[in-house]
């Protein structure tokens, strides 16, 4: 069964421009969360996934977004580009049956860094 | 201006050594709690979990306790070996409502074995 997979895993960008993160879930797994990875911050999350609805979002930005696929599928956004933004981004897919939490898997993650 | 970084914990420990590492977490509400291990230009990996109508479970090597009262959670590995150097997190979730999908993490520890 393959894990959760991040594309691109590294990626430069410049000040001011835009980017677009992908994540293919688990097979079977409707419900995909992101997180940022900093250094000073340490993991924080960014939004939650689940059949094709926000159902949770972090406190960041409105330049971050993100959506999802009927696939379960999921793009995170980042527009306007800041430095702040250099992180490791990280997607995780769980299979959410019922009402119960269930342990969430990780991808590799994308390395972004801004310049 | 100069960005402070996290100063995680550290814990050093002899191969064959029980280790034990600890985490506070903040929200009484929370119900699932899990421990992932990080190791370098790698995504979080499931460990183990535990719900709060729990206060210990055990994995292969891993023991989670969880004392409610306090909100405490520790991670016992026993018999330590050099595959296990790496960064651990607690995280914590709660049911219900719109947090689903959101594990509030904690700092992490950085976790050393010694051949």
């Known amino acids: 069964k393959a894990g959760v997979t991040q594309t691109p895993r590294y990626l430069i960008k410049t000040r001011g421009q835009q980017v677009t993160l992908s994540c293919s879930p688990i097979?079977?797994?409707?419900?995909v969360s992101w997180y940022q990875q900093t250094p000073g911050q340490g993991l924080q999350f960014l939004f939650e996934y689940f059949s094709e609805t926000q159902r949770n979002k972090g406190n960041f930005p409105g330049r971050f977004s993100g959506r999802q696929f009927s696939n379960s599928r999921s793009e995170m956004n980042v527009s306007t580009l800041e430095l702040g933004d250099s992180a490791l981004y990280l997607c995780a897919s769980s299979a959410r049956p019922g009402q119960e939490n269930t342990e969430a898997f990780f991808g590799q993650g994308t390395r972004l860094t801004v310049v | 201006g100069e960005s402070v970084g996290l100063h995680l914990p550290t814990l050093s420990v002899q191969e064959g050594d029980n280790s034990i590492i600890n985490c506070a977490y903040s929200?009484?509400?929370?119900?699932?709690f899990i421990w992932y291990k990080q190791e370098s230009g790698k995504g979080p990996q499931f460990i183990i979990d535990i719900r709060s109508n729990m206060d210990k479970r055990q994995g292969q090597r891993v023991t989670v306790l969880l004392n409610k009262t306090v909100k405490h959670l520790s991670l016992q590995i026993a018999a330590t070996q050099p595959g296990d150097s790496a960064v651990y997190f607690c995280?914590?979730?709660?049911?219900?409502?719109?947090?689903?999908?959101?594990?509030?993490f904690g700092q992490g520890t950085i976790l050393t074995v010694h051949p």
């Open positions: 995280a914590e979730n709660m049911a219900g409502g719109t947090s689903y999908g959101k594990l509030t």
């Open positions: 097979s079977g797994h409707r419900s």
């Open positions: 929200n009484s509400a929370s119900d699932y």
